[in-house]
């Protein structure tokens, strides 16, 4: 069974805050960031659970997708984006993407990111697996990340200027965000959090605030092999969940089909080999220098990821290996230099120069398309909670991201909030208390968890498999920890994410988009729609015989979808 429990009940100290923040990418700056503007007399906490700079933004490497080129439209993208999702994007969703997605990006430039630009100054745009047209924006090459992250922080530092005196944005770092703090009526009041600070904020304490918003990034780590940062443990989507919020879309993970192969024992972070070297001419081949993913789908080495992966998935099963081959040595040493220093730098420090030979790769867990899910202004089902960035659903990604979408939906969709926020601040409350012992989980789970995860529920899904997943999950929810810390309750929410996504997986009985079932090969009609996923059958339950378990429920997507 799932717990429901807290992980730690308040206590310690406390504070107050107009609006609380919790991540620091692309995201949560940008919702902190924006709120500030639109709501400069109030005071934004923004808490993050590592150094700022630690979530998975200064990791990108391919760029950001927006019709920012010539004769490109919204339109185009949003065809593209439709087109990636496999027949369940929310249409209005994406439409507030790809509208909003040119403005946003310019604005991203005025605060001071700086993209590649070629002569004349003119954005260098390039090309990903899904997009008909060059609309990536990149910047040092392959560093977009790095440089969006640089750039937003920089503002957050100007901004940041006038927090002591109770107004601007105040920064918390080394701070875990643990559990939501619920008004009687179900409603925000504040949220617990453990610091590992000085002096009065240290320990577990609590902020009461009427608004939250998730920005707590992906949830890589639920598996063994992924491209996201050790902070990438899904917190947000679980304390979300723990207070009895909707979640959605669990079951579609993204695997990135070309990550660095590091051999059968490599754990944790695996250096990405981004789909943009595939964009300049990179091409997959097998051991035998077999070029595969011609005639396998019109895109070929373009294709979208989850085509990509089930085909390395395939020939690796065919061929009994456990790696493929990504060659880029006809690109040249100049485009590596130029377009990609950072994972030319990362192959050269695993022995491997992409500019003589082919880099083995293999797909390894990458973006999570589902979480929190929101409404088109980031609000989830509890109010004043809201989620944006990976942390949320908003619906734009439907079954399979398109490449260069995620950076996009976080600055658009945290703008949104920060529009929202600003036209109706929720009230102050008083959190309920909530006097049960916590639910933990003995650290070395997680370890157990993402063995389980990556072999059962990874590119390849069964029934049998998913079915063995859930009993093995429910006898390690048996391994209570005695103590409680950051490890324990990481333990906790990869538990309680791993449990949902596999259940969500094991009802979802076709193959559509990152997610395939060997045992339902073919997409269904009857499945066009999402599982949203609830724990507990209300926020404000608190009956110990009713505060465990899991509620999924099908919803269909609309045939004629709404227009804003
Ligand atoms: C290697 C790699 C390459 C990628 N390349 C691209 C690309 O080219 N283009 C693209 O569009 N997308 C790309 N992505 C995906 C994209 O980077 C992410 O989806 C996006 O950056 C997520 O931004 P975010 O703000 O939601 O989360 P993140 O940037 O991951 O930030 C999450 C924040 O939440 C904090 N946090 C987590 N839990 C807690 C907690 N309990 N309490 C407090 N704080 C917490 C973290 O410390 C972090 O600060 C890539 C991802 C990876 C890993």
Redesign the pocket.
């Known amino acids: 069974m799932i717990a429901r429990r807290l992980l730690a009940p308040p206590h310690g100290w406390a504070r107050r805050a107009d609006v609380v923040v919790?991540?620091?990418?692309?995201?949560?700056v940008t919702a902190a960031l924006s709120t500030h503007a639109a709501l400069p007399e109030s005071n934004i906490l923004l808490?993050?659970?590592?150094l700022?700079d630690?979530?998975?933004?200064?990791?990108?490497?391919?760029?950001?997708?927006a019709a920012l080129g010539p004769g490109d439209t919204p339109g185009q993208h949003l065809a593209d984006t439709l087109a990636a999702g496999a027949g369940i994007c929310d249409v209005d969703a994406v439409r507030a993407l790809v509208n909003d997605g040119p403005a946003a990006v310019r604005r991203l430039i005025e605060l001071g990111a700086k993209f590649d630009r070629g002569a004349g100054g003119v954005l260098e745009l390039t090309r990903e697996g899904g997009h008909l047209r060059r609309r990536i924006a990149h910047a040092g090459g392959d560093a977009?990340?790095a440089e969006i992250s640089r750039a937003l922080l920089c503002a957050l530092a100007e901004a940041g200027a006038g927090a002591d005196e109770g107004i601007g944005i105040d920064v918390i770092e080394h701070?875990?965000?643990?559990d939501l703090l619920l008004a009687g009526d179900g409603s925000v009041a504040g949220l617990t959090?453990h610091v590992i600070g000085e002096g009065q904020q240290d320990g577990v304490g609590a902020v009461h605030t009427p608004a939250v918003v998730l920005?707590?990034?992906?949830m890589?780590q639920v598996y063994s092999a992924t491209?996201?940062?050790p902070?990438?443990?899904g917190?947000?989507v679980a304390?979300a969940l723990r207070a009895g919020a909707e979640a959605a879309d669990l079951e579609f993970v993204q695997f990135h089909p070309t990550v660095l192969w590091l051999g059968a024992a490599a754990r944790g972070r695996q250096p990405?080999i981004?789909e943009a070297v595939r964009g300049e001419g990179a091409f997959l081949i097998d051991g035998s220098g077999r070029r595969f993913m011609t005639g396998r789908h019109p895109l070929a080495d373009l294709a979208p990821r989850d085509v990509v992966a089930k085909a390395i998935m395939s020939v690796m099963a065919e061929t009994g290996t456990d790696h493929v081959y990504l060659d880029g040595t006809q690109l040249g040493e100049d485009v590596w230099e130029h377009r990609f220093p950072t994972i030319r730098a990362s192959c050269l420090s695993h022995g491997i120069d992409p500019v003589r030979e082919p880099i083995p790769v293999v797909p390894a867990a990458?973006?999570a398309s589902g979480g929190v899910k929101t409404d088109l202004h980031g609000r989830t089902s509890i109010h004043g909670l809201y989620a944006?960035?990976?942390?949320a659903c908003t619906g734009v990604h439907g079954a399979n991201r398109l490449?260069?979408?995620?950076?996009?939906e976080?600055l658009v969709f945290a703008e949104r909030i920060a529009a929202d926020l600003a036209t109706c601040l929720p009230p102050r409350q008083e959190p309920t208390t909530d006097a049960r012992p916590p639910g933990l989980l003995e650290p070395g789970a997680t370890d157990q968890i993402q063995h389980l995860m990556t072999e059962r529920a990874g590119v390849l899904r069964s029934g049998p498999g998913l079915v063995a997943a859930a009993e093995t999950l429910r006898k390690i929810g048996d391994q209570q920890a005695s103590r409680p810390g950051p490890a324990a309750w990481e333990a906790a929410n990869v538990h309680t994410l791993a449990s949902v996504l596999v259940a969500s997986a094991a009802l979802r009985t076709e193959t559509r988009g990152s997610h395939w079932r060997e045992d339902y090969p073919k997409s269904s009609d009857d499945w066009i729609g999402h599982l949203i996923v609830t724990l507990g059958q209300s926020p404000v339950v608190r009956d110990p015989e009713d505060d465990d378990g899991l509620t999924i429920r099908f919803v269909p997507t609309p045939k004629e979808p709404a227009r804003e």
């Open positions: 919790v991540g620091s990418g692309i995201a949560g808490i993050t659970k590592s700022l630690d979530g998975s933004t200064r990791w990108a490497q391919g760029g950001i997708a977009t990340g701070a875990m965000s643990l959090l920005a707590t990034g992906g890589g491209t996201n940062p902070v990438s443990t917190d947000g304390l990405l981004s990458h973006y944006c960035g990976e942390a490449a260069s979408n995620s950076l996009l976080g």
